[in-house]
């Protein structure tokens, strides 16, 4: 899951000068005249629900309004997308969310929209450098190699947790499952924090999470963390190898987050809220935290960010094909 629309801040601030010029000549001038819904289909703490609301105070200071976040949680972020598809893209509803908005059509039957053709593409906000391989201090396994020589000992007997079919704590133990050949047997949860309740509890026995949510619980020794699912080892887990280092050939699936609103959005309106988001990833204490985090900045443009969706819903397709785990 990989993207070339990453930008250097001070770029993507001009990008966003230029663009709120424009867009303020075509947007109704008293845009926005009443509090903003932002649709976060996850519960509150899950990934996306975190990303925005480090963006929330930024969002609302700068268009003099408050934004009001609706956690929608449910089917793997489908529930709450599907309520932004079928809205009014006047620019009162917005969604934000992760790579389940791409991930979850090709492992799913029942999505009832086309992540491309019905909505409207704002920005990539950012991404992240993989998800973390975790397990519970009360694991035995303290390697992905101990893990995976465990599950072939008792095939079918233990369990991961995920947030959904498609969601990024789903497709990487999938691709796992796949490569390692063992039969672990997946758990779908309403969200990330339910899932990993139970994991800390000892019920799961392993889950992928982004860092942003993996690194207090192992700095408070309530998991374990075994690999890192990016191409590149993290700065915040220096010790954590990556799962291509493993062995894993070819394994690189990070997660990310975007912005979007329904579809038939003017592109006024579209460059209008682009600048609002370049402008908040530019905060100061936004880069400290999503640095913090294991989160970059990224700030595409529409006309990128659709592109760059079209490329994940493609890859996401094909891969769905190859680990044979279509829709269920």
């Known amino acids: 899951m990989k993207t070339s629309t990453r930008l250097a801040t001070a770029t993507l601030c001009a990008l966003g000068i230029a663009a709120t010029a424009f867009a303020t000549e075509k947007v109704a001038k008293d845009y926005p005249n009443k509090p903003i819904r932002v649709v976060v289909p996850s519960p509150a703490g899950g990934p996306p629900d975190l990303v925005m609301r480090m963006l929330l105070p930024h969002f609302s200071q700068s268009m003099g309004q408050p934004l009001v976040l609706d956690n929608r949680a449910g089917a793997g972020g489908v529930v709450g997308s599907a309520t932004v598809a079928k809205g009014t893209p ?50 035995p396994a ?71 949510i993996a690194l207090p619980l192992l700095q408070s020794n309530r998991l374990r963390v075994l690999a890192l699912t990016g191409a590149k080892r993290w700065k915040g887990m220096p010790d954590v190898p990556t799962m291509q280092e493993l062995g894993f050939k070819g394994y690189d699936l990070i997660n990310w987050f975007g912005f979007w609103l329904p579809p038939g959005a003017s592109p006024a309106l579209l460059a209008r809220l682009h600048a609002e988001t370049v402008k908040a990833l530019a905060a100061p204490e936004v880069l400290k935290q999503f640095d913090a985090q294991g989160l970059e900045a990224v700030g595409s443009t529409p006309e990128n960010f659709v592109k760059f969706v079209t490329a994940q819903s493609k890859f996401m397709n094909e891969l769905a094909r190859k680990i044979d785990v279509g829709a269920k």
């Open 142 to 212: 303290k390697s992905v190699q101990e893990l995976i020589a465990l599950a072939k000992t008792k095939p079918g007997k233990m369990n991961y947790a995920s947030a959904g079919i498609g969601t990024a704590s789903h497709i990487p133990a999938e691709v796992m499952k796949s490569m390692a050949g063992v039969d672990i047997v997946g758990v779908q949860y309403k969200g990330v924090p339910e899932g990993i309740t139970d994991l800390i509890a000892g019920r799961m026995d392993l889950m992928f999470v982004g860092t942003q």
């Open 90 to 139: 006047d620019g009162y509803t917005w969604l934000v969310t992760t790579a389940s908005h791409t991930n979850t059509p090709p492992f799913s039957k029942n999505v009832p929209f086309d992540p491309v053709k019905d909505f409207s593409h704002v920005s990539l906000i950012a991404q992240n450098f993989g998800q973390a391989f975790v397990v519970s201090t009360h694991s």
